[in-house]
Nanobody, 129 residues
C-alpha cells in the first residue's frame, strides 16, 4: 500500500490561507482516490475533499466549497489542499488518506474515513479569531 506524509499545517488568523501537501510513496499515484479529512478535539473525523488521481476530478464537502481547492501532481505523487478564507471552525488535525480505486465512480463512493485504508500522521491547522 501507499505511504503518506502531510506537511504545511500551522497557525493562521481567520481569513488567511494555508496550503497543505501530502507526498505519497510506495505505489503508483494515478489510480487512487485521495482525500483530506480533519478532526477537531472531541469531534468525529470528517471529510473535507477528495480527488480521483487519474482524472483530477474533485469532490468537496459543503464546508469546503468555494474556499478550498484540492489538486494533485501525479508526476510527483503529491496531493495538495489550498485553503483560503480560513475560519476558526476549520481548526483541527488534517489527514491525508488514500484508497486504490479503479474509476472515479468508485472514488465518489468513498466519502467516509472508514472507506480509506491508508493514512498519514496528520498536520495541525489552527485558525484564530
Amino acid at each position: 500500500q501507499v505511504q503518506l506524509v502531510e506537511s504545511g499545517g500551522g497557525s493562521v488568523q481567520a481569513g488567511g490561507s494555508l496550503s497543505l501537501s501530502c507526498v505519497a510513496s510506495g505505489d503508483t499515484f494515478s489510480t487512487y482516490c485521495m482525500g483530506w479529512f480533519r478532526q477537531a478535539p472531541g469531534k468525529e473525523r470528517e471529510g473535507v475533499a477528495r480527488i480521483y488521481t487519474e482524472t483530477g476530478t474533485p469532490i468537496y464537502a459543503d464546508s469546503a466549497k468555494g474556499r478550498f481547492t484540492i489538486s494533485r501532481d501525479n508526476a510527483n505523487n503529491t496531493l495538495y489542499l489550498l485553503m483560503n478564507n480560513l475560519k476558526p471552525d476549520d481548526t483541527g488535525m488534517y489527514y491525508c488518506a488514500a484508497s486504490h480505486a479503479s474509476s472515479f465512480s468508485r472514488c465518489f463512493l468513498r466519502r467516509g474515513p472508514e472507506d480509506f485504508a491508508n493514512w498519514g500522521q496528520g498536520t495541525q491547522v489552527t485558525v484564530s479569531s
